[in-house]
């Protein structure tokens, strides 16, 4: 059995609010409380309002699932991202929300993903090509430019080499490691007219995407209309109506959406391959396992219906998104006032849903410190993965990619793991950007097979 050290032993006590969040966008694990994996409900007051995190799963799915119109998006993380992301499905609610979800869903359903497969092999094979003999690597580079490729791939049937497209990833760059994770004045609920902080590299790299991407959209709007466009997810997207009103997306509105399929569709993946192959490092039994699972693969040649004869692989996926949640944390607001647990939450309060804390949380997992792929097949494993296990979300909000996310990780694991071994070269400290990321990147040796 694997144990990895993913509770260091100082974890603050009595750190104040504004104190834990400057902490946590510096190691997840050191700032902490131990007190947030053991409780089922924290709440914190500040003289401007009450927080509540939640890890009860009856109460993390009446907010989910139940009753999720009670509990809408918070706009405090999102204010700083609309500069972006425009109006896109990540930050709306309500009608325009469900108008959109009814227009994007059908792009993701089950066969469509076998569709994008190729795509996605095609970015998996042009990376082994990049990484050649292997060596000491920054591997969360390595893995962004990888996801980015594939949703380039996928959605435009451009590479990442395009011209376009690789000034499109370069803006991203500048402009991810520019935010900050919380947007201060949203958080304390500060008045709408209260200066924002946005630093002017981030407003310029935003701007600089959706011009970018206002160029594909265009190119493909009239690809469409001469009949000439390629069979790919932005085309499925453009020309799809929703049921209900019979009305598609405008240009600037596909750009809302691009630019979010764009951002949630890279970053999150590329961390999670990223920490798979830290833990895979880490644990040399395991990946030797991973490793013979997918040895007599052809890669050239694999196919979408392959990935279920890889139940390794898959686990080992599963496991890193349960210890690494690229989506760290989630923030939803209380419409009226709520009861939960003791309390009444005042309307307006935040309500914190944190897959960090519930997928750690030891009133419900065992060894949930430990890195343990085999724990999915056991009575605990099961059962959490059922109340406790929300990487994707869940309810109707739940990642639309979340399908497409899964055969992505899957694959280039295999694709990855087949070819090389990997070593630690210098242990990552987890910080929280737009997802969960380390401080210096992480640098493992890839020894060719
Ligand atoms: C391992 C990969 C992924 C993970 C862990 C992940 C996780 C998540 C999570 C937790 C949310 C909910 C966020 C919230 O409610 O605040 C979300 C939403 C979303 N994700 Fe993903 N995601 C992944 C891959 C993708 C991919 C590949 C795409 C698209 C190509 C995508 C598109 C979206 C979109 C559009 C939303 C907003 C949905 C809504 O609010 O209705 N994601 N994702």
Known sequence: MSKIPVKPASRPEGVGLLGRIRLFRQDMFASQPSKLYHAWMAVTRTPFFSSYLINQPNLVNLVLKDRPEDFPKSPVIHDTLRELLGNSVFVTNGETWKMQRRIIDPAFEGGRIKDAFPAMRAAGLAALDRLGDGGEVEMEFETSYLTADVIFRTLFSIPIGDETAAKVFQAFRDYQRSQPLWNLPGLLQMPRWFPRFRSGKSKEAARKIRGLLQVLVLARQSDIALGAAPDDLATKIMTARDPETGRGFDVEEMIDQ??????????????????????????????????????????????????????????????????YPPVPMMVRETMHKEPLRDRIAKKGSMIILSPWHLHRHERLWDRPDEFDPDRWQTENGKACQRKAYIPFSAGPRVCPGAGFGMAEGVLLLAMLVQKYRFEIVKEPVPVAYLTVRAKNGILLRLVPR
Do not use: C
Request: glycine share 2%.
């Open 258 to 323: 691009v630019a979010i399929f764009f951002l949630a569709g890279h970053e999150t993946s590329a961390s999670a391959l990223s920490w798979a192959l830290y833990l895979l490092a880490f644990d040399q039994d395991v990946q030797q396992q991973l490793a013979s699972e997918v040895a007599d693969l052809d890669m050239k040649n694999i196919q979408f219906s392959q990935l279920s004869k890889l139940p390794f692989t898959r686990a080992v996926f599963r496991e890193t998104l349960r210890l």
